[in-house]
């Protein structure tokens, strides 16, 4: 194996990149990107849906239903997703949207998305951006940007981590970081290998079933593995982490690597699923046709990483630190999907009940309720995870951790529940009704004109579009694979409440019992005297929350 050059050779560039506050002040090597990715990193006016669409036509390996892809941009699976990403480039530039979905600095503009949070009001523009973008689509999409860039803010609050092997890692992912709020790529997730047989070490069985590093060069790191990443197949670049492993073992050390992959590298192979849109008329099933995420098994088969682009290698407890810290920034934007999910439920069910005239019926009102409630509990949480927000070890601002966190797990959850009772409450015809083509055919069309038709305000063709708009929210393909992504895309279940673990207060209740029970030191010796609810603490510290702070 070659021998690695120390990664600060590769940072002698001379470039300025965008300077965007103390902590990342950066000089860098866009110098040494790729010739595609670097146009993008030079341009300084923020990005336009065509310069994006234009960013990912570059001839690269994508299938799907075992055929090539030529173009990725207009084939009829990935093109909607394709034109929501660009739709929110053009929502920065137009009149009517540009101050929310972008801030100005030093007299340049910038996406809201990628701001570094430092204050309330950050995490309240990001929160209103993201609505903005859900309302003008009219429908929930996750995994445009905005939900993943968050994960590099994790790793820039491990400098001390990063430091112990290399200080020039903490430069290359303030760097990044930097790059990213400069020029807008669309940024993506890759965590997830396909693992194999989980009995055995990687070095025991294809050692490709996890990512790692096969050989060092003066260039950079060559890497080969797999990754599942959604959306990857239209997206610029990809932050590549370790997955799920025993960090603690040096077996481990070739797989503990991270790095920022440019998608437009050479040998990457794009092995899509097969999409939803498409398969069936959008009139039916109006969420597939126009929302579905396209996931890829992302094959890395000898992939060049520059070094600047290398964020931590043979790292074992940097790759415990993002795994342990991955979602601290970016469940903020995953669960607020959630509440989109939400209003969809309720708005699908309530009109069906509303258009029936269940709607008085005391039952249906305690469903819908619970609804309500679903509904508010992740509002509440995101709502408070802000208010309480923590600053964290990279001096940025977090949302609460414990309150976020709690918050992704009731959003999560309890989906499955809250598409039950919807589903419950939007009856059984959301299973039965025919197609719009049976609608629309002579013999058929007078039968379920008059069938669907329930008054003067709810006519056959309002009530045929609510029951297809509830069909493929809760009943179809697409409506199971939603569910599945909103359990799993951001870390499965398990992971979920290992965060929940690590970061609520428990001496609270250990200490409340302790006194309650007249329990001695000896339980829990060094424990402070009881002081409050954290929350209550927190709000009359020396330290207020942030909110509190502004007033
Ligand atoms: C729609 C969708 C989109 C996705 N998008 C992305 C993406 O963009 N980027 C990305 O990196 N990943 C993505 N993922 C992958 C996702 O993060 C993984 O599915 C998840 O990490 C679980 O890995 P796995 O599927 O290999 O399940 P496995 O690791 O096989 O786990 C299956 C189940 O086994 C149990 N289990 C396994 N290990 C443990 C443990 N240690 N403790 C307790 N229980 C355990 C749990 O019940 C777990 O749910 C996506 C997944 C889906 C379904």
Known sequence: MVHKPPPSKASGASDTIHHLGAGFRQTGPAGRFEPRL??????????????????????????????????????????????????????????????????????????????????????????????????????????????????????????????????????????HISRVIANDPFHVSANTDPKGDRSKPPQEQDPDMLLHVVKETDAGIVVRGAKYETAAAYANQAFVKPTIANWGNDAYSDYAVGFICDLSSPNLKFICRTGFAGRAPAEDYPLANRFDEVDTLLVFDNVLIPWENVLFHRHTKAAAFIRATLHRYSAFAFVQRNLKLADMMIGAALFNARQTGLEREQAVQEKLARLAVYREGINAHLTAAVTLAEPSPGGLLMPNQSLLYCGRVLACSELHHMMHIARELCGGQICVTPDKAAFEAPETRPWLEKFYTVNANWTAEDRRRLLAFARDLLNSDYAGHRLTFQLFAQSPPFAHLAAVWRNFGWDGPLAFVRKSAGLSDRVMPGAAPLAGDPAVRQWFSANPPPHKAAR
């Open 38 to 175: 670097r146009r993008l990193l030079e341009s300084r006016v923020i990005r336009t849906g065509e310069q994006y669409r234009d960013s990912i036509r570059d001839g690269r390996e994508i299938y799907v239903n075992g055929e090539r892809v030529r173009d990725v941009g207009t084939h009829p699976m990935f093109k909607p997703l394709v034109e929501i990403r660009a739709r929110i480039h053009d929502m920065a530039h137009e009149a009517a949207t540009s101050d929310i979905m972008s801030y100005e600095e030093a007299g340049e503009r910038f996406a809201i998305a990628n701001r570094l949070p430092r204050r309330a009001e950050d995490w309240w523009d990001k929160r209103r951006a993201t609505d903005t973008v859900l309302e003008d689509i009219g429908g929930v999409v996750t995994r445009v940007g905005d939900e993943t860039v968050g994960e590099m803010w994790s790793l820039h609050d491990g400098q001390d981590v990063l430091n112990e092997a290399d200080p020039q890692y903490a430069r290359n992912i303030a760097a």
